[in-house]
């Protein structure tokens, strides 16, 4: 049970490593943006869905 433990450790620190390499590569490869531009088109993202959910809302109970 304890090698079962042991192997299933090392395949997790193995995918773990690889993922951490290929975020690496990401960033010397410069494909990598600061998260305060994400999270800015995210919300603008969000306030326009949110702004026509609420207009088509308004439109339709102002039709009925």
């Known amino acids: 049970m ?4 042991a192997r299933l450790v090392n395949e ?3 995918l773990l490593d690889a ?5 690496m590569a990401d960033i010397e490869a410069g494909r ?3 998260a305060g531009d994400i999270f800015a ?3 603008d993202r969000y306030e326009r869905l949110v702004g026509r959910t609420y207009s088509a809302h308004v439109f339709k109970s102002a039709i009925n």
């Not at 304890?2 to 433990?5: E, L, R, V």
């Not at 993922?19 to 975020?23: D, S």
């Open 32 to 34: 990598v943006r600061p």
């Open 19 to 23: 993922a951490l390499a290929r975020a």
């Open 41 to 43: 088109e995210l919300k």
């Open 12 to 14: 997790r620190e193995n």
């Open 2 to 5: 304890a090698q079962k433990g």
